[in-house]
């Protein structure tokens, strides 16, 4: 089955630096991207996301990336703010039902 | 949260007892999830609903069931709770599949199997 690996764990930048969280996904099938945000004590809320057609994505101070053929995708936050600080997770699914999720990263915008 | 609701939002409970978590939406969306959130290892799917009383296995499924009697409710039950049955557990919709499955979270439920 599918398996997605998520670096760093940790991350942590300063306000208005560029933050890039990584992510590899193991199933070629997998065909839909998507970047979640938890802040504390909530449920994770989708920021964007990126099918397999598509090499880029951007979205304001956030893009994505996609490599099919090595099979990673990256998360881009520019110009870096305190509420930007959370967790985020990557996640891949291949069309069904079943999204597999990254371990996380915890972001850290000091001010 | 997209008219997702969870109860209990905390529960405390012992080892062998049975536990049952509620989701309920308002949205009216087809499909809905049951994950669980713990440290280093994500969210993991237990099970998923695509439709009144159609529920399929996650992952994680060992140790729960679930039932969807409504489109609004989807139950989660822990029929034994056992220690390492203690996370936090997310419900989520979504109104279509695959590619356009974009899934909306509930607030949680932190549970604690002592």
């Known amino acids: 089955g599918e398996n997605v690996e998520q670096h760093p764990s940790t991350l942590s930048v300063q306000e208005g630096d560029s933050a890039v969280i990584k992510c590899t996904y193991s199933?070629?099938?997998?065909?839909?991207f998507p970047w979640y945000k938890q802040e504390l004590g909530k449920g994770p809320q989708l920021i964007i996301d990126?099918?397999?057609?598509?090499g880029e994505k951007k979205d304001q101070r956030i893009a994505v990336t996609l490599n099919k053929t090595a099979k990673h995708f990256s998360l881009h936050i520019t110009e870096t703010q305190p509420e930007d600080s959370a967790v985020y997770f990557c996640?891949?699914?291949?069309?069904?039902?079943?999204?597999?999720f990254g371990a996380g990263t915890r972001l850290f915008v000091k001010a | 949260d997209a008219g997702i609701t969870q109860s209990p939002r905390h529960k405390v409970t012992e080892t062998g007892t049975p536990v049952t978590l509620r989701c309920h939406q308002t949205?009216?969306?087809?499909?809905m999830y049951w994950y669980r959130q713990d440290p280093g290892h994500g969210l993991r799917l237990i099970h998923y609903?695509?439709?009144?009383?159609?529920?399929d296995k996650g992952e994680v499924s060992d140790g729960y069931s679930v039932s969807r009697s409504k489109t609004e409710d989807f139950l989660l039950t822990l029929e034994s709770a056992t220690s390492s049955q203690t996370s936090v557990y997310f419900c989520?919709?979504?109104?279509?599949?695959?590619?356009?499955?974009?899934?909306?979270f509930g607030p949680g439920t932190r549970l604690t199997v002592l």
């Open positions: 990126i099918r397999s057609n598509v």
């Open positions: 949205e009216n969306h087809r499909y």
């Open positions: 996640a891949a699914m291949e069309g069904g039902f079943k999204t597999i």
């Open positions: 609903s695509y439709g009144v009383k159609d529920t």
């Open positions: 199933d070629s099938a997998s065909n839909y």
């Open positions: 989520a919709i979504s109104w279509d599949r695959g590619e356009k499955n974009e899934q909306f």
